[in-house]
């Protein structure tokens, strides 16, 4: 798997704005569009519609594209196994502030106690990672435990877009580093990407919109349940066998 640090990660106006707690931040296309990211949303406390997507989550949770970390906090506070990623280290650093736990790395990187989360997250617009929705599912696919849950937040309109696009402050301005493949889709493209994955449900709260998928079932029922995902810390330590750990 690749280990290229993607340009999100290191745009100065993604981590200032982390740091403020709040933008204005955008998305540009080459096209010159202008898609606003929600940073005030994301640095404040969770909301009815995130705490809603928390209360369905199963067994330890993985959550892709963390950002400043407001999900996996609550999860932990609510003494759940939680780990965010993120390609951010201001992000990383900033969950870790919160109390979540965290690392920085992609998710199409090597990830501790893979084939064994119970739920992975793909919230605030991040069905678009990598710009290829196909690939981020099959990849999640590989993390999640047989039966997995999914919970994924998709476009509030039927669109099914891919763009490269850049990180920008206030617009106009040019974006610092090079342009990084996105997505955009509403849940009926997010299930036509899906076809090997049981839709369990979608629905709104106010303009959100999400979707809940579950991955295929082992299918040998006498095999042993894989033990559960264990995390930590960024500090470095030494793997005991084949127990995950999460600086991997």
């Known amino acids: 798997m690749s280990t290229t640090v993607p340009p999100w990660a290191t745009a100065e106006s993604y981590s200032a704005a982390l740091r403020a707690g709040g933008g204005p931040l955008f998305l540009r296309g080459d096209d010159g569009s202008l898609l606003p990211l929600e940073v005030a949303r994301w640095c404040a406390r969770p909301d009815p519609a995130d705490l809603d997507v928390l209360d369905r989550c199963e067994g330890p949770v993985l959550d892709v594209g963390c950002g400043p970390g407001r999900l996996a906090a609550e ?19 900033h969950t870790l502030r919160l109390g979540g736990r965290a690392l920085r790395r992609s998710v199409f990187e090597s990830l501790p106690g893979e084939g064994r989360w119970g739920t992975v997250l793909l919230m605030d617009g991040n069905v678009g990672i990598g710009g290829d929705p196909g690939a981020l599912l099959a990849r999640v696919a590989d993390i999640l435990r ?38 955009r889709l509403g849940t009926p493209a997010l299930l036509r990407y899906a076809p090997g994955w049981e839709s369990v449900g979608h629905w709104a709260v106010g303009v959100r919109r999400f979707a809940a998928l579950r991955s295929r079932r082992a299918t040998n029922s006498a095999e042993p349940p894989k033990r559960t995902a264990v995390i930590s810390s960024q500090r470095v330590r030494k793997p005991s066998g084949d127990s995950p750990v999460a600086d991997r």
């Open 75 to 93: 999860l932990t506070a609510r003494g759940r196994t939680a780990l965010g990623i993120d390609v951010s280290e201001a992000a990383v650093a």
């Open 146 to 183: 047989p039966g997995g849950l999914l919970l994924a937040e998709t476009d509030p309109v039927d669109v099914d877009e891919r763009a490269r696009v850049r990180v920008v402050g206030v617009p106009g301005t040019q974006a610092a580093g090079a342009p990084f493949p996105w997505a």
